[in-house]
């Protein structure tokens, strides 16, 4: 007997104001012909900069951030022999420990699935628009960044649709 | 010709809006569009160089041409995660 080719588990994103299911998200990545899960949980942290953070809010430029969201998920697969991949980022406002990003990675081996988890936030924190502002006792500010990379200048431009 | 411009984060503090429709002429670049916000609203001026720009939702450079009915977005240093 043989066993059939596996086939390849689409892709799951997600932007939202809901918390991150992050079971389900482990769920939808693992297939039996894995051998790893790999995840990363963002969660909000109680200090910024020796400061006492209250909460956090993020806000984004939706359709372009679930685009960006959707490109990273895609390069994974080009980039490491991995098999599932789900991305979530929460908006709005967040409490301490509360999770605002989970990834979760499959793959039949687990480095493929640690080296693509940790690509998967780097450039997630650098080419996905979302902004995070950080409130104190004394006021609030916006989160210290990463400004994306931009593409060489080109001619030939994507029109307005 | 009009142009659909958005800011976020700490940009959108500053232009007052998150959102304005621009007018400019055939030809005109990004940079261009950025300039005749700034001119709108002068404390946009300094942060010319700490952001980058979109055309319709992609990463766009500075010198790109704009259409009519263009999205673009000044998009501050992105903090997600």
């Not at chain 2, 958005?6 to 261009?32: H, M, N, Y």
Request: charged share 25%.
């Amino acid at each position: 007997m043989t066993t059939a080719a596996p086939s390849p588990t689409a892709d799951l994103v997600q932007l939202g104001r809901e918390p991150i299911a992050a079971d389900a998200l482990i769920r939808h990545v693992r297939q039996a012909h894995d051998g790893a899960v790999v995840t990363f949980d963002g969660c909000v942290r109680n200090h910024s900069h020796g400061r006492a953070t209250l909460y956090l809010e993020y806000e984004s430029y939706e359709s372009m951030a679930i685009e960006k969201m959707k490109e990273i998920a895609a390069s994974l697969h080009t980039l490491f022999a991995i098999d599932g991949v789900a991305i979530a980022h929460r908006l709005g406002r967040l409490e301490i420990g509360e999770t605002s990003v989970f990834i979760a990675v499959s793959a039949p081996h687990r480095k493929a699935a640690f080296d693509a988890c940790r690509h998967a936030i780097d450039t997630l924190k650098k080419t996905v628009p979302i902004w995070k502002k950080e409130f104190f006792e004394d006021g609030a500010v916006w989160a210290d960044g990463e400004l994306p990379p931009l593409p060489a200048a080109t001619p030939a431009a994507k029109p307005a649709s | 010709m009009q142009a659909r411009v958005l800011f976020f984060g700490k940009l959108k503090d500053i232009a007052g809006s998150a959102e304005r429709c621009v007018e400019f002429r055939s030809g005109e670049t990004i940079s261009e569009l950025f300039e005749r916000c700034a001119s709108q609203k002068p404390e946009l001026a300094p942060f010319r160089s700490s952001v980058v720009a979109s055309r319709n939702q992609e990463f766009a450079p500075w010198t790109a041409v704009l259409e009519s009915g263009d999205e673009v977005a000044f998009l501050p240093p992105v903090s997600g995660g």
